[in-house]
Antibody, heavy 120, light 107 residues
Framework: EVQLVESGGGLVQPGGSLRVSCAAS????????MSWVRQAPGKGLEWVAN????????HYVDSVKGRFTISRDNGKNSLHLQMNSLRAEDTALYYC?????????????WGQGTLVTVSS | EIVLTQSPATLSLSPGERAALSCRAS??????LAWYQQKRGQAPRLLIY???TRATGIPARFSGGGSGTDFTLTISSLEPEDFAVYYC?????????FGGGTKVEIK
């Protein structure tokens, strides 16, 4: 069974940093693009970043470029999102999502998310 | 950035009725569109990709159509478990974007 389990969320002050992670199991992690998608409380979905199977390509939404870094460790089946210079508008539930087999940018499945709250 | 506009924002229907949800793109995206379902307190689930291909395990009552800028998700006969929020998403170009969602609620 494919499983994605996020961790690392929490309360952080504006300007602070946080690293969230996603532990993957049940599939060959190194064969899939992986993504982070976030959802602010009571709002819709926003794609944040994704990374190619071997980590050689990464893409970001403009609002996080220069502040967030996506990375992966294929030896440990894990995905990470390093978030720096956090702002109140980054407050959201952060989902880890695998790409659909053979399709880099459809998301299937998703983890249950980890909540990041940016507040003083 | 490609903007996806979903309508209506809320659809009030009864079980057994047909639901038609719309997603309109700000520029042509061929058939690079997907639909997701999100139930309260749960992660989204992929329903349809490439505009009309059902994902694994998705019931046949869900169907997708359209190309270019106008797309539709149809639920032929609503089951109680179908009342949820539905999002469209494009992968035609960067950044990947989602629509604002349509909530299908029980009338």
């Amino acid at each position: 069974e494919v499983q994605l389990v996020e961790s690392g969320g929490g309360l952080v002050q504006p300007g602070g940093s946080l690293r969230v992670s996603c532990a993957a199991s049940g599939f060959t992690f190194s064969s899939y693009w992986m993504s982070w998608v976030r959802q602010a409380p009571g709002k819709g979905l926003e794609w944040v970043a994704n990374i190619k199977e071997d980590g050689s390509a990464k893409h970001y939404v403009d609002s996080v470029k220069g502040r967030f870094t996506i990375s992966r460790d294929n030896g440990k089946n894990s995905l990470h999102l390093q978030m720096n210079s956090l702002r109140a508008e980054d407050t959201a539930l952060y989902y880890c999502a695998r790409s659909l087999s053979g399709y880099a940018n459809w998301f299937d499945p998703w983890g249950q998310g980890t909540l990041v709250t940016v507040s003083s | 950035e490609i903007v996806l506009t979903q309508s209506p924002a809320t659809l009030s229907l009864s079980p057994g009725e047909r639901a038609a949800l719309s997603c309109r793109a700000s520029q042509t995206i061929s058939t690079y569109l997907a639909w997701y379902q999100q139930k309260r307190g749960q992660a989204p689930r992929l329903l349809i990709y490439d505009a009309s291909t059902r994902a694994t395990g998705i019931p046949a009552r869900f169907s997708g159509g359209g190309s270019g800028t106008d797309f539709t998700l149809t639920i032929s006969s609503l089951e109680p478990e179908d009342f949820a929020v539905y999002y469209c998403q494009q992968r035609y170009n960067w950044p990947l974007t989602f629509g604002g969602g349509t909530k299908v609620e029980i009338k």
